[in-house]
């Protein structure tokens, strides 16, 4: 769905939104019907463009975006109004009508937050849960006033548990201010002169993320993403500053109904289906069409190549005795920890995969390959040979082999060694325990990935290259074990 959606021009917001909760961004190259300047997919109807022309934009993205019901737009004031969503918009209705606000927040499901813009930054926010979402709009008059902040009041989940994601705005080095929005920020908060670099005598660079970066952060968000745009410079956006008049391009979120969700699972379902029949990654190849009875989570991970990053959280307990810790350190295991954030990159191609598993700044990496229908893992100086299986509906990894440097071990010890992979309220899940007879438990850790199965990659693997994986004998016990298998100064609140 990532790669049609992107044919379209669509931008999809890279961060981790949680089951059902879907978003989405326009762009200046989506199928429209404005002429210049507007061209093509304005969606603005204060900005010059007819609204025949306006209306018709609004119908094409609808459709192109599979959208559950017509977006609530909103009359945005640069203010700090939150709209509370509780039915759909009306195509039909006057846009004099529209709402007056600068975000909109939702928990209902069937029903599309938007927000306009052309310079500002937009803010797409979701609990944790998918429970809730809101979208906002913040210029630099909003942003100092406090929209953000009278956004997430309106969520029930706490500040800690609502991701956000910083949106296409203008970015820092194409924004010069004046002294008076310099003064609006700090008078507020001190640290915000941060945010601005100074050019010449009363004027400013601002950096619109950093000061929503402040303002987040105070509130205690902590899961914040996104914010590396400048519509100013990037064609794909209308920017205020670089063309007047110009349209403006519409940032969505919301929450897939029952029966929107189960299209969507079943449509994931039948691409990762077609992925995994094609597939030439080790785990589908080792586990073929057991594959498919796993939940599409764990799926979707194994059968994305290239590279991919997934972040989660973990909590990790440790062996307390001296065998334990050599053991640990030998194989370079994290510390211990208590729901630490982490992230796991991982580079697939046709034979081998390289795992670089973050725990709360501890790195862990190891190679992956396959050989006699096993999956052979290396961790610093220990090489494991798994055998892969499905037990009810999880991915269970058993210990056949395990040598160091090449030279093999008795496997009685290592019978405690033990991995599966599972899902959890539509997340991703897992559970690693190592123990040996006479150390006891190593390290036993657990803990959750986002891994998105909406937008399954439909594109093909990618050739395995040097580049892709290094190949060299420091990532196998053995060579041979790899051979197989605004206008002016007071800022862009001119316009969105």
């Known amino acids: 769905m990532t790669r049609e959606l992107a044919a379209l021009g669509v931008l999809i917001p890279d961060f981790p939104l949680p089951p059902g909760v879907r978003a989405a961004v326009t762009t200046r190259v989506m199928r429209g019907v404005s002429p210049s300047p507007f061209d093509a997919c304005n969606l603005g109807s204060r900005c010059g463009d007819t609204p025949a022309n306006v209306a018709t934009n609004r119908k094409l993205i609808r459709r192109q975006l599979n959208l559950p019901s017509e977006p609530q737009w909103l009359r945005q004031v640069h203010g700090i109004e939150v709209h509370s969503l509780q039915e759909p918009g009306d195509p039909a209705r006057d846009h004099q009508a529209d709402p007056v606000a600068d975000a909109v927040y939702c928990n209902r499901p069937g029903l599309v937050c938007v927000v306009q813009t052309a310079d500002c930054l937009p803010l797409l926010l979701t609990s944790d849960d ?182 989660g959280g973990v909590t990790i307990t440790r062996g307390r005795n001296w065998l334990a810790r050599f053991c640990a350190l030998v194989t370079g295991m994290p510390p211990a920890m208590n729901d630490a954030p982490l992230s796991v990159e991982i580079v697939a191609a046709a034979k081998r995969e390289r795992w670089t598993r973050n725990f709360n700044g501890h790195r862990m990496r190891s190679a992956m390959w396959w050989r006699d229908g096993l999956l052979c893992e290396r961790l610093g100086l220990v090489t494991f040979h798994f055998r892969l299986g499905v037990a009810g509906s999880a991915l269970t990894w058993t210990v056949e082999r395990v040598s160091v440097l090449g030279f093999p071990l008795p496997v009685s010890w290592f019978r405690a060694v033990k991995a599966c ?19 006891g438990e190593l390290v036993h850790y657990s803990g959750w990935l986002d891994v998105r199965t909406d937008w399954v990659c439909t594109d093909s693997e990618p050739e395995e290259t040097d580049t892709d994986i290094d190949s060299t004998s420091e990532d196998c016990d053995r060579g041979s074990e790899c051979s197989r298998g605004d206008g002016g100064d007071s800022g862009a609140d001119g316009g969105d």
């Open 421 to 439: 992979e599972y899902e959890d309220g539509g997340r991703y899940c897992f559970d690693v325990t190592a123990a040996l007879p006479l150390a």
């Open 130 to 311: 998918g429970c809730e979402v809101a979208a906002v709009h913040a210029g630099w008059r909003g942003l100092a006033a406090g929209v953000i902040e009278a956004a997430l009041r309106q969520f029930s989940a706490a500040p800690a548990r609502i991701r956000v994601w910083l949106g296409p705005a203008i970015g820092a080095t194409s924004y010069e201010v004046g002294e008076d929005v310099r003064a609006a920020f700090i008078a507020h908060n001190a640290r915000s002169v941060e945010a601005f670099a100074a050019t010449r005598p009363g004027h400013w660079l601002c950096d619109l993320y950093a000061l929503a970066r402040q303002r987040l952060a105070a509130a205690g968000v902590v899961q914040i993403f996104g914010g590396s745009f400048d519509t100013f410079t990037d064609p794909r956006f209308y920017s205020h500053r670089r063309a007047h008049p110009s349209g403006r391009f519409a940032s969505l979120i919301w929450i897939e109904s029952a029966h929107q969700a189960a299209r969507t699972a079943e449509a994931a379902g039948r691409a990762l289906a077609s992925q995994a029949r094609r597939s030439q990654l080790i785990f589908p190849r080792l586990l073929g069409r057991s594959l498919l009875r796993l939940p599409q989570t764990v799926q979707a991970l194994h059968l994305c190549g290239g590279a991919q990053t997934y972040r």
